[in-house]
């Protein structure tokens, strides 16, 4: 499985438009990226998945170059809400039965 | 549409004794995952569940165990608890040959070993 890496923490203010990068070296081929946000305390939730190039939904946006060795969570306009821990992980799609491995995550820290 | 349920919320033992976690899947899902979440650490996958069978396998020893019934919902049964066990459990559940496999998790239940 292809590890990730990801920076520990990031700062943000309110407003403002975050992104996290997320390097992956080894991803494989069918090899699909999703990142999840936890709040303390609670279980990890699904933002965004994506294969290759751009995907944007309601909360995010993904961009993944064309080499794909390397992802970028895009959250438009933070807000306090959003200070939470994000992780990215790399796993192949379906139709085997997948180990989910997470990271460290990083830490964002939205100020008022 | 309920989504995937964890009980109890909260659990205090002591070391030696046995322990049981339960999961309800969401609505629609046959596959459960059960990781366990330290403090300050992400999630570290345990073991996955389809078909009332564990299919997949993380490194935690065999006093971790687990079972699926026939409405998917699922156990984790932790015995001869150690100090080191105490952390969040969560379940997640997903559905097998989909074409993408998104895993949603339930709130975990917080286990404390004294």
């Known amino acids: 499985l292809a590890k990730t890496t990801q920076p520990i923490s990031m700062d943000s203010y309110e407003g403002q438009e975050v992104n996290i990068t997320c390097s992956h070296n080894?991803?494989?081929?069918?090899?699909?990226i999703t990142w999840y946000q936890q709040f303390p305390s609670q279980g990890p939730r699904f933002i965004i998945q994506g294969y290759k190039t751009k995907v944007t939904n309601e909360v995010a946006s993904l961009f993944i170059p064309a080499d794909r060795k390397s992802s970028t969570l895009s959250l438009p306009r933070v807000s306090l809400s959003d200070t939470a821990v994000y992780y990215c992980?790399?796993?192949?799609?379906?139709?085997?039965?997948?180990?989910?491995?997470f990271g460290s995550g990083t830490k964002l820290n939205v100020k008022p | 549409d309920a989504g995937v349920t964890q009980s109890p919320t909260h659990l205090i033992k002591t070391r030696g004794q046995q322990v049981t976690l339960r999961c309800s899947p969401k609505?629609?899902?046959?596959?459960v995952s059960w990781y366990q979440q330290a403090l300050g650490q992400g999630p570290q996958f345990i073991f996955q569940y389809y078909e009332e069978e564990e299919r997949q396998r993380g490194n935690f020893p065999d006093r971790f165990s687990g079972h699926q019934f026939p409405n998917y919902s699922s156990e984790l049964n932790v015995n001869a608890l150690l100090l080191g066990d105490s952390a969040l459990y969560l379940c997640?559940?997903?559905?097998?040959?989909?074409?993408?496999?998104?895993?949603?998790f339930g709130p975990g239940t917080r286990l404390l070993v004294l």
């Open positions: 609505s629609g899902h046959d596959t």
């Open positions: 080894n991803i494989a081929t069918n090899d699909y």
């Open positions: 992980l790399v796993g192949p799609s379906s139709y085997n039965f997948n180990k989910f491995y």
């Open positions: 997640a559940s997903s559905s097998h040959g989909t074409e993408i496999e998104t895993q949603y």
